[in-house]
């Protein structure tokens, strides 16, 4: 059994002008200390994703459909109270903002203490010992003394340093963490990601790493979800997707990080841009955008096709396969 099955999900937001749809039937797993990336541009709905895990979505959005099973109950069906000893326990984020998790006004060891004595029965003693070896696992200089220090003493890296120590004190069985270094320096972001995967390697913790950058997901993850207008158009083993894309939009994705020899530039972007989710084309949703559209694309959604554990929502999936399309 998977560590977390989320099966057909769909998170809608309801409006005046009609139910917009973030989620649509959207599948994965994550297996034990497993690691998986979901990619896609800006809007994509990969956090909207990220928060129906969590119960976290914020109003007006609603899970409206699937089962979210996670250590073999269905979060979907949770109470408040059910949810608070997964969320932060049992499942920890990590934002793109340490501040969504800091707080200003209490020390960091005053912070981590009571996130541990929040979920366990433990001293203040035992909790400052758990919560100084977290610090020094994050590579925090001086740990002891920088329990005393407060969130704006600390640069941003070592902000986000002690987020993920954090996110790792209850020992969580799985992490989310939602473009947890964009926020960061270039060099720092590399920094932090390495630690990331490091710990959770160490600590056998499975993850989610929400991210636009495809070069991340290939250096941290294990199986990559491409989510596009809030459905999968593809999904794999990271190693497979990442040298032998097949969904013309992941190869957009691919073809738009910056090249060698070209730092910050970013060539062949995708045309066009994600549309807004009140108007998501007919048919294939990225068929606007896409160079080997034809009028089949237009008539319906594509299914999720299999091709030996790597799957592909496009009807020219065999041509592209083949090197055939045009
Ligand atoms: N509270 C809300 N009300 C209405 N629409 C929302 C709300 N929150 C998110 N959305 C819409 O849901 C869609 C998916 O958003 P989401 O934040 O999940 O995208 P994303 O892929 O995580 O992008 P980003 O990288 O910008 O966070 C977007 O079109 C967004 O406008």
């Not at 032998?244 to 045309?271: M, S």
């Given at each position: 059994m998977?560590l977390l099955?989320v099966?057909?999900l769909?998170v809608?937001?309801?409006t005046?002008?009609g139910?917009?749809t973030?989620v649509?039937?959207?599948s994965?797993?994550?297996d034990?200390g ?5 990619v896609?541009?800006s809007?994509?709905?990969k956090?909207v994703a990220?928060f129906a895990i969590?119960?976290?979505?914020s109003?007006?959005g609603r899970?409206?459909?699937g089962?979210i099973?996670?250590e073999?109950?269905d979060l ?7 949810m608070r000893s ?8 990590i934002?793109q ?11 960091i060891?005053t912070?981590?203490v ?6 366990r029965?433990?001293?203040d003693?035992?909790?400052?010992r758990?919560?100084?070896?977290r ?6 200089p001086s740990?002891e ?9 600390l640069?941003g890296g070592?902000?986000q340093r002690?987020?993920i120590a954090?996110a ?6 799985l992490i989310?963490?939602?473009?947890p270094?964009t926020?960061l320096?270039v060099t ?5 990601m390495?630690?990331m ?15 636009h950058?495809?070069a ?9 979800v491409?989510?596009?207008?809030g459905?999968v158009?593809?999904?794999g ?5 990442v040298?032998?894309?097949v969904?013309p ?14 730092p910050g530039?970013?060539?062949n972007?995708?045309?066009g ?6 108007a998501?084309?007919e ?12 009028d089949?694309?237009r008539?319906?959604?594509?299914p ?6 790597h ?5 020219r999936?065999?041509d592209?396969?083949?090197g055939?399309?045009?």
């Amino acid at each position: 059994m998977p560590l977390l099955d989320v099966r057909d999900l769909v998170v809608e937001f309801p409006t005046r002008h009609g139910t917009l749809t973030a989620v649509d039937s959207v599948s994965f797993t994550v297996d034990k200390g497993e690691r998986l990336g979901i990619v896609g541009e800006s809007g994509a709905g990969k956090s909207v994703a990220a928060f129906a895990i969590l119960n976290l979505l914020s109003r007006p959005g609603r899970i409206g459909g699937g089962s979210i099973t996670f250590e073999g109950r269905d979060l979907t069906k949770l109470n408040r109270q059910q949810m608070r000893s997964v969320r932060g326990n049992r499942i920890s984020m990590i934002f793109q903002d340490p501040m969504m998790t800091l707080n200003p006004v209490l020390t960091i060891g005053t912070q981590m203490v009571e996130t541990l004595k929040a979920h366990r029965d433990i001293s203040d003693a035992e909790a400052k010992r758990i919560a100084i070896a977290r610090l020094g696992e994050v590579k925090i200089p001086s740990p002891e003394n920088r329990m005393a220090s407060y969130p704006h003493e600390l640069s941003g890296g070592m902000r986000q340093r002690v987020v993920i120590a954090i996110a790792l004190l209850t020992e969580p069985a799985l992490i989310i963490a939602d473009e947890p270094t964009t926020a960061l320096d270039v060099t720092i972001q590399a920094e932090i990601m390495s630690l990331m995967l490091a710990l959770c390697k160490t600590h056998g913790v499975g993850l989610i790493l929400i991210t636009h950058d495809l070069a991340v997901v290939s250096q941290v993850t294990q199986r990559v979800v491409v989510l596009y207008a809030g459905r999968v158009v593809e999904t794999g083993q990271t190693a497979r997707v990442v040298h032998d894309p097949v969904h013309p939009y992941t190869r957009g994705l691919l073809a738009a990080l910056p090249g060698e020899g070209t730092p910050g530039a970013r060539l062949n972007q995708i045309r066009g841009g994600m549309p807004s989710l009140n108007a998501i084309p007919e048919g294939c949703a990225f068929h606007p955008r896409c160079d080997f559209v034809q009028d089949r694309c237009r008539a319906a959604v594509p299914p999720l096709d299999d091709f030996d554990g790597h799957r592909v929502r496009c009807v020219r999936a065999d041509d592209l396969i083949a090197g055939a399309a045009a």
